[in-house]
């Protein structure tokens, strides 16, 4: 066969067969016009050369698993050099995991500094009314309202960040983003609707993020890529909470819960306008991977979360 049609049955280009060639790890006969010749071994061959590569293994380096072939074994990796050799690529992956885990460490580290770096701190006697909380606050019920949401699509909707950028749900990525979802942060010097502690799960959304930024490195050391907080306030609101509690994170704005309405999310009504109820979303490849409902206590939620991804490590 010609060299086009052994690099469109092998899912490679040609200029990647003549690479091959190069090297010497396939060798076609010539025809007596000068042609290549190539064979269904040879089609073999090319197609475990990609298939090691995919794996991590530089072509270079693919030979003894061809010539492992070669000594009439079965597959690629029944001879000794073989296994040799995906050791020895195992063993430079592992010291690039590490070195790369290094780095992030360090990265998450500066990123967390540099958030409250420039924070500012409010005076004693404003948010402290909004961390602490009172004692005898009800307890959401589990109505099942989110129970149809793990395995559910992630909707195609971008959200405007307190980073001037919108997110994409359902473009999010392979590695877990976590998002927790709450009615409405309280502002010092600002009264919150009336009745909010008596409403089951309204109160603590401060605590909540506060928990959020305490243990935001940990969660991205658990395997968390992303932490983003929820809520129907502006984008303009939730940047001066970002700036007044030291957020190393984006706030997510949805003032027309169209988050809400695509999922069927549970809100609820308080003085006069709808409110997300309490959740945590834990999106991944698109999808909702798990749902934490009811929420509470919400000063607690942030290592209930950290707990669960620990446990269920990707």
Partial sequence: MMIGELARRSGVTTKAVRYYESLGLITPRRLGNGYRDYTEDDVRLVREIKALHRMGIPVERTRPFLECLAAGRAHIDDCPASLAGYREVIDELTERI????????????????????????????TDEDYLTLPADLPAPEDDGATAHLP??????????????????????GARRTVIYVYPLTGRPGTDLPEGWNSIPGARGCTPETCGFRDHFQDLLEAGAGRVHGLSS?????????????????DMLSD????????????TFEAAGARLFKRMTLVLRDGAIEHAFYPVFPPDEHAAEVLAWLRENPL
Avoid: C, M, W
Avoid at 157 to 169: E, M
Avoid at 238 to 249: C, I, K, T, Y
């Fill in 255 to 266: 003032p027309a819960l169209t988050l809400a309405d695509t999922l069927g999310l549970p």
């Fill in 98 to 125: 590490e070195a790369l885990t290094a780095r992030r460490s360090t990265l998450i580290t500066n990123l967390r500094a540099a958030a409250h770096r420039g924070s500012t701190v409010a005076p004693a006697g």
């Fill in 233 to 249: 306030q502006d984008t303009e609101y939730q940047n001066e909470v970002v700036e007044r509690l030291g957020l190393p994170f």
């Fill in 151 to 172: 395995g559910t699509k992630a909707p195609r909707i971008t959200l405007p960040s307190t980073a001037g950028k919108g997110v994409r749900l359902d473009a999010l």
